[in-house]
């Protein structure tokens, strides 16, 4: 293989042109021969034992060039690519400018390469941290979730029903006394003012005692997702099973003691607040290293091709089948529950994905313009902290992981600390 030539064409376009030499070329039909002669079949030879020669006489000198070229190809085009030191984004296009077999081959490469980063600004940002404060609110709300967890059920038969209540009904829905599809169930539990039923139903089931069976009317919003329905009026019959109220209980020492670690509400409280007060301090954290980032890529300066942010939001999509591959839901099935389709998906992805894209853009260019690396040291640890994680052996997490890209990672990592630490934080 032999590189002839590497021209920048455009931004973040290469074109390279590969010469491969008529003697490789050579050795690569004979290859391709070897491997194509045994489905051949010539008269007057068994299958498989036809010259080269007589094959090319037969099908013309040119039969086994593809074969040979697509031999070829994969080494050449690497090969070249690793010569010229571009590095790529997408996979190249590849167009075969001649072919022969005295003079050999010419390839023309076409490479999207990475764009070249300007970052200035990164050191000294300026970015303000607030944190919340807690108040004696958020700690009831946190007491009251544990008081939701105790509730006991208790069964109501002295009173009718009241909003707020649970009720468990048998319904049918007519329209101009025909029964639609979708409008009957039995035994269904619903909690009066949730808002699960269409505006008036649940309000008109209370006032109404366990046992009871009637009628009730009730109008079809205007934008009801069933056209057929839609602003219609129509009469639910209803047998009301049951009634069941939620009672809270109090919080007191006895509940705390029964429920938790600690022995008084106090301890509760105060452990609570604590609990509220790190994760205030995780949120803002949170909040000034998104504006630090946010800076960090205001401050940078590339063209960056789109192929790159389409990439990303491919690999983000990959990664939302993965997550849901263990809950037995496949992408395609996600996209019916939700609604969506593969193009609103991509777009909902994208601006996330250009930011992710210029984040690592900006932040590998900062490792470059400070000489920050990975020591094989700090490579080995990581290795053996994704081993832990993943209950794999380290060379087997080797086969999925290179070694230089968590040495990339890392440094990208090294470079985040050191925006950080230079940050001026008010």
């Known amino acids: 293989m032999s590189l002839k030539s590497a021209n920048k064409v455009e931004t973040n376009k290469m074109e390279l ?53 697509n031999l070829l190809y994969g080494p050449e085009v690497d090969g070249a690519i690793a010569e010229s030191g ?16 005295n003079t050999g081959v010419a390839l023309k490469v076409v490479c999207i390469t990475k764009p070249e980063v300007e970052i200035k600004d990164y050191k000294g940002i300026e970015v303000e941290k607030t944190v919340n404060a807690v108040t004696d609110e958020d700690i009831d709300r946190e007491c009251d979730k544990l008081r939701e967890k105790n509730v006991r059920i208790i069964t109501v038969d002295d009173r009718a029903a009241e909003m707020g209540d649970d009720v468990v009904i048998d319904f049918e829905g007519f329209k101009d006394d025909v029964a639609f599809d979708g409008g009957k169930a039995e035994d269904f539990t619903l909690s009066l003012g949730s808002g699960q039923f269409i505006p008036g139903f649940e309000e ?12 009730i009317n009730v109008t079809f919003p205007e934008e009801y997702q069933v056209k057929e329905l839609a602003g219609a009026p129509a009469v639910f019959k209803i047998n009301l099973k049951s009634i069941s109220k939620k009672e809270l209980p109090e919080l007191d020492d006895d509940m705390i003691k029964d429920s938790t670690e600690f022995d008084t509400v106090d301890e509760y409280k105060a452990d609570v607040k604590k609990k509220l007060e790190e994760a205030a301090g995780k949120a803002a954290d949170a909040q000034v290293e998104e504006k630090l980032f946010d800076t960090v890529i205001e401050n940078m300066t590339a063209e960056i091709p789109q192929v790159m942010f389409d990439n990303r939001v491919n690999e983000m999509i990959n990664e939302l089948a993965q997550r849901l591959q263990p809950q037995g839901i496949t992408l395609d099935l996600y996209l019916q529950y939700t609604g969506q389709t593969m193009d609103t998906l991509k777009k909902a992805y994208m601006e996330q994905a250009e930011k992710q894209v210029k984040l690592r853009l900006a932040l590998e260019q900062i490792v470059k313009a400070e000489g920050i690396e990975a020591s094989e040291e700090e490579v080995n640890e990581e290795f053996a902290k994704l081993s832990d994680t993943y209950k794999m052996d380290v060379d087997q997490i080797k086969t999925y992981i290179r070694g230089e890209d968590l040495a990339k990672d890392i440094a990208v990592g090294k470079a985040v600390d050191m925006i950080k630490e230079a940050a001026v934080i008010k």
């Open 204 to 215: 008109a089931i209370a006032g109404h005692n366990a046992g009871e069976k009637f009628d």
């Open 17 to 69: 042109e590969i010469e491969i030499s008529a003697e490789a070329f050579e050795e690569a039909i004979e290859k391709a021969y070897q491997k194509a002669k045994k489905n051949i079949t010539i008269q007057g030879f068994r299958k498989g034992k036809a010259p080269r020669k007589l094959i090319e006489k037969q099908y013309g000198e040119g039969v086994f060039y593809e074969d040979a070229v």
């Open 86 to 101: 571009v590095e790529l984004v997408a996979r190249p296009e590849v167009e075969v400018t001649s072919i022969d077999k």
